[in-house]
């Protein structure tokens, strides 16, 4: 998964680093002939090898993935948050890293060594965090937000009667005060900043499972089922409540942690998730060229808007052109229509489903990090396709100040940039294009750079290609100005994360200094910029949503090269769509044929 149009990395991770899913199809050719066999039986070895992680695994230590990916046999089971049971994880992680790394890849297509390629990537990555960032002794929202998610996942999608779902929610929820006793047996030393954001959020998970879960379930009549329900629920809320107090009384006072990772972690996440080897030195130099490009442009076009005015006083004035807070939804919901039709218009890319998102209110276990969200079924749901599309709205305690704060960030121009990132043609449209994708690890395992790239990379296309030019009118009409700077704005929001990302996580930036940086250089408002900086000390690289829109481009101005006269942007945007979401690196290499370089 994520803050202003991001898919939060814990909890609606579903549609990011692992939207998950199955294909059944083999795509091993038979070959004729003792080599041809030898090499094909090399590639079968590597699908066996696959399906047995996934299935010993990846699911058996991810449950809640699996029912979000529509694999309904894992709907009982919860996460093992035990100690235990990250040190499970590590040894068989150990064993299976051994195994990929030990297979001989030659003579496989490009397709099959890239999806070993991933998978080890992930091995490596999750490794990384179980032994060496270690936030499962770091933060304790993961545990309070970890278990919402597991109930919000059988909850929010009817895959199955109301009462199967049920039975499947009181078996986990039987298993979620434990999870709280392996919370204050692992936690040591945190962030404060980790703990302030858990004791943010959990006064809407308590919320959320006293009002929301039991409403979800409404339509259940048998009552010995409902008196099960309830018990086991209010045992949650209980637990939570347990961990709020835990959290205030004792272990905000012993957070004093440091939430940096320092370069050399810094750059191995980078490796094994992305793919990306470049210097973090040069990484820097890249996104700060970029945000200076974005400021100047951001300049310009404020300047033909009115020019009496400095960039920031138009920022300022267009920020008050937002919906009134109860409007938003539906202001989302009505740039469907519009979106679809000039992206079908102007053949921008193929959308496999006129079925449209379902706008609702952010799920309270993600609010205190996100601004907006989609959150996607799995390939493997073939009941309960619905997706969602996310928004934040003001909370009801807020101060008059506070809320117009918030609301600025969904001006009129920032509204179409989001629901362009978010469903057409970003989030939405490329995974329905996922179970199409290749093969099972390419449905399984992805990279934040491709699909928070490729969302941020149709905010800008969109525009460029001339969605929002008034009919008769040009790209320097004010209606079209305000859409550039609302699209801008969202860009200096990701630029500012590139580089706040790098410079707090490698010790040269403060808490504080981000949040100046925000403001400053990414012209957000304080409150937005406070939550962009936070939510930066667990996400330490954000810079995915400029890294992977910049690898893009480039991706692009390259095939364009290779197909001269015969290319096509809607064939270019097929082509990397069809392809799953792994790292950029890897769809370079299948439509350019090279390993040139990314960025």
């Known amino acids: 998964m994520k803050v202003r149009n991001g898919i939060v990395v814990v909890a609606l991770a579903v549609v990011l680093v692992s939207a998950a899913g199955f294909s059944q199809t083999k795509d091993v050719a038979t070959a004729k002939g003792g080599r041809g066999q030898a090499r094909a039986g090399a590639q079968d070895s590597f699908t066996k090898l696959a399906d047995e992680f996934f299935d010993n695994f990846y699911f058996k230590f991810n449950p809640t993935q699996g029912t979000a990916a529509g694999l309904h046999q894992y709907d009982a089971q919860l996460e093992d948050y035990s100690r235990a049971g990250v040190q499970k994880q590590i040894a068989m992680l150990k064993q299976y890293k051994e195994k990929f790394g030990a297979q001989d890849t030659k003579g496989w297509p490009l397709e099959r060594v890239a999806d070993r390629e991933m998978v080890i990537g992930y091995i490596s990555s999750t490794l990384l965090e179980l032994e060496s960032i270690r936030q499962w002794e770091k933060n304790p929202d993961r545990y309070s937000s970890g278990i919402s998610n597991s109930a919000f996942v059988i909850m929010s999608r009817k895959f199955a009667p109301a009462d199967a779902r049920l039975r499947a929610l009181i078996a986990r929820e039987k298993q979620m005060p434990g999870v709280f006793d392996a919370a204050r047996a692992n936690l040591k030393n945190p962030p404060r900043v980790y703990t302030e954001v858990a004791l943010m959020q959990i006064p809407g998970i308590i919320s959320f499972f006293e009002k929301d879960v039991p409403l979800a379930f409404k339509e259940v009549k048998d009552k010995k089922l409902i008196a099960e329900f309830g018990e ?3 045992g949650v809320v209980e637990a939570l409540r347990g961990y709020q107090k835990y959290l205030k009384d004792t272990l905000l006072a012993q957070s004093n942690g440091d939430f940096r990772l320092g370069e050399e972690n810094y750059r191995k996440k980078l490796l094994y998730d992305e793919m990306v080897d470049v210097p973090l030195d040069k990484l820097l130099e890249i996104g ?3 945000l200076r490009q974005n400021q100047q442009w951001f300049k310009e076009t404020a300047a033909k808007l009115d020019p ?5 006083q138009v920022l300022e004035l267009i920020e008050k052109e937002h919906p009134a807070p109860d409007q938003l939804l539906q202001s989302f919901r009505n740039t469907f229509e519009s979106l679809q039709g000039f992206i079908n218009e102007k053949k921008i890319a193929t959308i496999p489903s006129k079925v449209e998102p379902i706008v609702e209110e952010t799920p309270p276990f993600a609010r205190a990090l996100t601004f907006a969200s ?5 390939p ?10 996310n928004v934040t709205l003001p909370e009801p305690e807020w101060t008059p100040k506070e809320v117009e704060e ?3 960030g969904f001006n009129n121009g920032t509204i179409i940039s989001t629901a362009v990132h978010e469903a057409y043609p970003g989030h939405y449209v490329q995974f329905l294009w996922v179970p199409a994708a290749p093969s ?5 395992l992805g990279a934040a750079s491709n699909a928070e790239g490729w969302a941020h990379y149709c905010e800008q296309m969109m525009l460029d290609e001339g969605y929002g030019v008034p009919k008769g009118g040009n790209q320097d009409s004010p209606a079209f100005l305000k859409l550039r700077l609302g699209q801008l704005q969202d860009a200096l929001l990701r630029n500012a994360r590139y580089i706040v990302g790098i410079q707090m996580h490698t010790g040269k930036m403060t808490f504080d200094e981000g949040v100046d940086f925000f403001v400053k250089e990414g012209y957000a408002s304080r409150v937005n910029g406070m939550r962009e900086t ?15 829109k910049l690898e893009i481009l480039k991706l692009r101005e390259d095939y364009k090269k290779k197909m001269g006269a015969k290319f096509s942007l809607e064939e270019f945007h097929n082509n990397f769509l069809k392809q799953g979401f792994p790292p950029v690196k890897l769809i370079r290499r299948q439509m350019l044929g090279d390993e040139s370089p990314t960025l």
Do not use: C, I, Q, W
């Open 380 to 389: 493997f749901e073939h009941v309960a396709k619905e997706a969602f599309f």
């Open 534 to 548: 936070r939510r930066g000390t667990s996400d330490p690289t954000y810079l995915y949503y400029t890294l992977g």
């Open 406 to 408: 918030h609301m600025a």
């Open 232 to 234: 086991t629920n209010a």
């Open 288 to 290: 700060m060229a970029n």
């Open 374 to 378: 989609m959150d996607t079924p799995g």
């Open 440 to 444: 099972k690890v390419r449905k399984l």
């Open 308 to 312: 009496t005015k400095t960039p920031e």
